[in-house]
């Protein structure tokens, strides 16, 4: 994939680099779409449905009383520091999606016929947010993590995380760090690549230097 490094010289992945850089994401099939817009889609469809089920059903009066009660709970969550707080958790979790799947187009994380990786589910978590993602083929974990810094910063985040998962390598969780936490103090390699060593502990990535040996007399 584009996002990492050629290893050896001739790697195929050089090839793959340039396939990506001058591919064009795919757009989103009707499904996708859905997916990746459904909190949106609910809310705008979900909000006059219930407002015109309310009004043909129960009358204006009973709609604009709805609304009003809708409206105090709403700002009462806002003022109540602890649900303010989770709703707050919700929305970035929300925002995380999006933005993982412009980073990941931005990275040219993507498979062969464009198609971006597919974010399964967010949840918030002390640090930030924890994100599931279901690679395509042609797209692996090393990709991901080779592309990190690209998606932390169109996350805004302090860094991302990669850890794919150990049964099914198509399965990889995203750590997005946002706050302080024990997690963001252990650190990780800068480059998936660079502790990559063959048999007898010779770095891959870079070849063993020659040196001339003296010519004894």
């Not at 929300?94 to 799947?101: M, P």
């Not at 498979?111 to 692996?140: D, Q």
């Not at 990669?162 to 650190?187: E, Y």
Request: hydrophobic fraction near 45%; proline fraction near 7%; charge should be positive.
């Amino acid at each position: 994939m584009a996002s990492g490094r050629p290893r050896q010289p001739n790697d195929p992945s050089v090839f793959a680099s340039f396939e990506a850089a001058v591919s064009t994401v795919a757009r989103p099939g009707i499904l996708g779409f859905t997916w990746q817009w459904r909190y949106e889609l609910a809310f705008a469809a979900g909000t006059p449905a219930a407002a015109t089920v309310i009004g043909l059903t129960l009358g204006l009066t009973t709609l604009i009383a709805t609304a009003a009660t809708a409206t105090t709970i709403l700002a009462a969550a806002l003022i109540w520091p602890a649900s303010r707080k989770r709703l707050k958790a919700r929305a970035w979790c929300v925002i995380t999606e999006h933005r993982v799947r412009t980073g990941c187009a931005n990275a040219w994380v993507q498979s062969r016929n464009g198609r971006l990786p597919i974010v399964v589910r967010t949840k918030p978590t002390g640090y930030g947010e924890r994100v599931t993602v279901w690679c395509r083929a042609g797209i692996t974990a090393d990709d991901l993590t080779a592309a990190r810094d690209i998606i932390a910063t169109a996350c805004w985040a302090r860094e991302v995380r990669v850890t794919p998962s150990p049964r099914l390598r198509h399965i990889v969780t995203l750590d997005v760090i946002r706050k302080d936490h024990d997690l963001a103090r252990t650190q990780v390699p800068s480059w998936p690549y660079l502790d990559r060593t063959d048999d007898d502990g010779l770095d891959l990535e870079e070849p063993p230097q020659q040196t001339d040996a003296p010519v004894m007399a």
